[in-house]
């Protein structure tokens, strides 16, 4: 007989996640969202955020697309502790979920940290490369720059080292250093091309 266990490869991603990562907190965190007396049973939240933790890892954007998944893929079902006549669990109610119980509570923050902490440990992940998805805009401030704090999540804080807090000042001071050198750059390549530019092509026919 064939078990869910030995369909999944021993160098499978998920088996590489799921041996030094403990996912038994987020029952911990979540159970003051939950009623234990009244209502239908709840599914699992542990199964609820593994499903999003799949959808995450594997670039699958629609939640729909991410319960079809899971019906088929092996991997993803003994990942979540389900077998193969289990029922995934529907895309609403994992929609439903995010939108009514975990919404406004920081849950979701809260278990994003605690699993980046646990790989920390674990020493998969490194802070050589932190990459950043950012769109640098160099703006004109009117009036002055008020100062102000901005609260770092714990997962990059642990990464860069860094403190709590980073004042606007030195943010703003940071970004224009990066615009200005920047803008340096793109000032001195087009003065090294100047013959690629369409004015110098009419005047070198017209002088031909």
């Known amino acids: 007989m064939v078990t869910l266990d030995q369909l999944v490869p021993r160098d499978h991603l998920l088996r590489l996640v799921d041996t030094p990562i403990r996912f038994d907190f987020i029952r911990e965190k979540t159970e003051g969202l939950y009623c234990l007396n009244n209502g239908r049973p ?32 092996v991997a993803y079902r003994w990942l979540l502790g389900l077998l193969l006549t289990d029922k995934v669990p529907d895309a609403s109610t994992l929609s439903q979920n995010r939108r009514r119980r975990f919404s406004g509570t920081g849950i979701e923050q809260d278990i994003f940290d605690t699993i980046v902490e646990q790989a920390i440990g674990h020493k998969l992940i490194g802070s050589r490369v932190l990459h950043t998805d950012s769109t640098h805009l160099k703006a004109v401030l009117v009036g002055p720059v008020v100062d102000c ?26 970004s224009e250093r990066l615009l200005n050198s920047s803008a340096v750059r793109v000032r001195r390549r087009r003065r090294r091309n100047p013959t690629r530019s369409p004015q110098f092509r009419i005047c070198w026919q017209r002088w031909r």
């Open 42 to 73: 709840a599914i699992d939240p542990v199964v609820l955020f593994k499903m999003s933790f799949i959808g995450y890892l594997f670039g699958v954007r629609s939640e729909r697309q991410l319960v079809r998944e899971l019906e088929v893929n």
């Open 149 to 174: 704090q901005l609260d770092l999540p714990v997962s990059l804080r642990r990464l860069s080292g860094s403190s709590a807090t980073m004042t606007c000042r030195s943010a703003l001071t940071r």
